[in-house]
């Protein structure tokens, strides 16, 4: 079936570490991916996303690339800071209009001065 | 903009007795609401999906006489735990699609965390 597969937390950096958080998915069709943030006693918040192939997301810095031959969205950030941390989730939804999402599991960052 | 409340935020009940959690999108038509649980440390499951005016579809496994969903409006979705007992504990959260960040983008509220005694 169609899943999405994250690296396992914790992630712990110093600020301006560079971030990778690698995401893999299984799909049958042609999905859209996203990454989606949850602050600490926050909802979730779309932080970027990719509809097609060789599509590049970015947002707030962050920047994820939809990789189809190695099935990837692995996110991304060349500097981060103490505000980045909070739980990140990949996930994916199929063709086009509000279909359901697939979630990854969530990586948990945490950003120390 | 894309702005989806939910209220309560958190509420504690007795077992066996209901609880109704309600989503609305402030300031977007929502043509679809979704509503997830979250158990600690875990990803979010969908429990069902529900369009304006019609019966929500229930995933595989989710009790449609446990969890009632009523989507009446295009910015308001209820879900209503009937008979709540110790295991239907957990963080419920509810995403409304329809805003502008395309259409296969979804904003998600955020959460109400429910205990059941």
């Known amino acids: 079936g169609d899943s999405v597969t994250q690296m396992e937390g914790p992630v712990t950096l110093s600020e301006e570490a560079f971030l990778t958080i690698n995401c893999t998915y299984t799909a049958t069709g042609y999905p859209s991916l996203f990454w989606y943030v949850q602050y600490p006693g926050e909802g979730l918040q779309l932080l970027l996303k990719a509809t097609k192939a060789d599509d590049k997301g970015s947002n707030k810095g962050f920047e994820a690339t939809y990789r189809k031959e190695t099935t990837s969205f692995h996110l991304e950030k060349g500097s981060v800071q103490v505000s980045d941390s909070a739980v990140y989730f990949c996930?994916?939804?199929?063709?086009?209009?509000?279909?359901?999402?697939?979630f990854g599991a969530g990586t948990r960052l945490a950003v120390h001065p | 903009g894309a702005v989806v409340s939910q209220h309560p935020s958190r509420v504690i009940c007795k077992s066996g007795t209901s609880v109704k959690i309600e989503c609305r999108s402030l300031d977007f038509q929502a043509t679809t609401m979704f509503w997830y649980r979250q158990f600690p440390k875990q990803s979010l499951m969908l429990m069902a999906t529900s369009n304006e005016g019609s019966k929500a579809t229930y995933e595989q496994g989710v009790e449609k006489d446990k969890f009632l969903i009523n989507h009446a409006s295009l910015t308001l979705s209820t879900l209503t735990v009937t008979s709540a007992h110790p295991e239907d504990s957990s963080f419920y959260i509810c995403?409304?699609?329809?805003?502008?960040?395309?259409?296969?983008?979804?904003?998600f509220g955020p959460g109400t965390r429910l205990t059941v005694l």
């Open positions: 995403s409304a699609g329809g805003a502008t960040g395309g259409i296969d983008t979804q904003y």
């Open positions: 996930a994916l939804t199929l063709s086009g209009g509000y279909n359901k999402l697939i």
